[in-house]
Nanobody
């Protein structure tokens, strides 16, 4: 019902920047965001956007460094990653949901996933 296609990612030195993009197609979604998973670690919620009012929530570790935005059609989301650190190295996944509850800003309700893209930050 919802398809998500990611682009971007790559290798960057510490202190650099990258931008990820995600295009959604199919049925309308109500929330979009990004998760990441580093080797040997659990999946981590990075940022989510509640699309009816564009309320945006970031995990504490990326506040002030990462910025996420969407277009007026609410079918594309970007993740701008600045001041990158080696600990940001992970596979990044675009995610979306058609319904959400009170914990959408904690990573719940995201039922559709992109294919993932590798981000590697070197020292």
């Amino acid at each position: 019902q919802v398809q998500l296609v990611e682009s971007g990612g790559g290798l960057v030195q510490a202190g650099g920047a990258l931008r990820l993009s995600c295009a959604a197609s199919g049925r309308t979604v109500s929330i979009m965001g990004w998760f990441r998973q580093a080797p040997g670690k659990e999946r981590e919620f990075v940022v989510g956007i509640r699309l009816h009012d564009f309320s945006t929530k970031y995990v504490e570790s990326v506040k002030g460094r990462f910025t996420s935005s969407t277009n007026s059609a609410k079918n594309t989301v970007w993740l701008y990653m600045g001041s990158l650190k080696p600990e940001d190295t992970a596979v990044y996944y675009c995610a979306a949901g058609r319904a959400y509850g009170s914990k959408w800003d904690e990573g719940q309700g995201y039922d559709y996933w992109g294919q993932g893209t590798q981000v590697t930050v070197s020292s």
